[in-house]
């Protein structure tokens, strides 16, 4: 199970790694290409746009997946 806290944080200084982190490397991947060239492309300017979108969509996806495992009655071990 991914913790929304890490997911957001990890993508926010590497973006995608958040989203491998959640177990979606397809969308990791995507915005380990992504950002680096909207860095590039804009000249900075939109690539702190893209470390925030990342990092707020490896959060939700990570919230989303621990509601899904409640659910399921698939409870977080604390210890991890």
């Known amino acids: 199970m991914s913790r929304p806290g890490i997911a957001a944080l990890l993508s926010f200084f590497l973006p995608g790694v958040g989203q491998i982190y959640n177990g979606e490397i397809l969308r990791g991947l995507f915005w380990l290409i992504i950002t680096p060239g909207m860095w590039l492309g804009t000249g900075g300017l939109l690539g702190w746009v893209c470390h ?6 490896a959060y ?5 997946k621990d509601r899904a495992y ?11």
């Open 60 to 64: 939700h996806r990570a919230e989303l």
């Open 52 to 57: 925030l979108i990342a990092a707020g969509t």
């Open 70 to 80: 409640l659910r399921a009655g698939i409870v977080r071990s604390s210890l991890r």
